[in-house]
T-cell receptor, first 113, second 114 residues
Framework: AQSVTQLGSHVSVSEGALVLLRCNYS??????LFWYVQYPNQGLQLLLK??????LVKGINGFEAEFKKSETSFHLTKPSAHMSDAAEYFC???????????FGKGTRLSVIA | DAGVTQSPTHLIKTRGQQVTLRCSPK?????VSWYQQALGQGPQFIFQ???????QRGNFPDRFSGHQFPNYSSELNVNALLLGDSALYLC?????????????FGSGTRLTVV
């Protein structure tokens, strides 16, 4: 079975500050890992994904994440927060093959001017 | 390029009623997955359809059923609605066998059961 734990249901940062959203996963097989963003009253948009290869993954809107197998983590970062980054962020895990995504409970990011 | 389209966007139903939600996948996609997102929670997998058959199912009761049509569009049906069924229902499409490379999600249907 797979699971995801997102540490911190709400994170608040100042505009221009570093964004760090934490995600730890549990998987009995090599995981595929994803970060999605959800704006109010909208669906989910894929930010970035890790499947195989380079462990540092770059995504859209300046976000990146690093897969650390030894720490079972896949934290999301952005060097400088923008007001438009305020949204709900979800980490998800899957496994090789046709397996569904398992999502964490989400972290709400607030950006303060 | 049309993305995933879901209808309706909102609806209100009474306990015990039945509801049908609809989804048209992104052009070129052949697989549809449905997720339930309760308020303040992450999405939970309901089931997945490919070639008009249910391929995988999450931990949801038989009150939740679905269908996929030859044009790859899909319906989610929920019978005997409970208050706890109130949620955002998300449809996601993909190519079968490449689902691990990320789904394309629709904007969802907000279901309120009163």
């Amino acid at each position: 079975a797979q699971s995801v734990t997102q540490l911190g249901s709400h994170v608040s940062v100042s505009e221009g500050a570093l964004v760090l959203l934490r995600c730890n996963y549990s998987s009995s097989v090599p995981p595929y890992l994803f970060w999605y963003v959800q704006y109010p009253n909208q669906g989910l948009q894929l930010l970035l994904k890790y499947t195989t290869g380079a462990t540092l993954v770059k995504g859209i809107n300046g976000f990146e994440a690093e897969f650390k197998k030894s720490e079972t983590s896949f934290h999301l970062t952005k060097p400088s927060a923008h007001m438009s980054d305020a949204a709900e962020y979800f980490c998800a895990v899957s496994a090789p093959g046709n397996t569904p995504l398992v999502f964490g409970k989400g972290t709400r990011l607030s950006v303060i001017a | 390029d049309a993305g995933v389209t879901q209808s309706p966007t909102h609806l209100i139903k009474t306990r015990g009623q039945q509801v049908t939600l609809r989804c048209s996948p992104k052009s070129g996609h052949d697989t549809v997955s449905w997720y339930q997102q309760a308020l303040g929670q992450g999405p939970q997998f309901i089931f997945q359809y490919y070639e008009e058959e249910e391929r995988q199912r999450g931990n949801f009761p038989d009150r939740f059923s679905g269908h996929q049509f030859p044009n790859y569009s899909s319906e989610l049906n929920v019978n005997a609605l409970l208050l706890g069924d109130s949620a955002l229902y998300l449809c996601a499409s993909s190519h079968y066998g490449t689902v691990n490379y990320g789904y394309t999600f629709g904007s969802g249907t907000r279901l309120t059961v009163v």
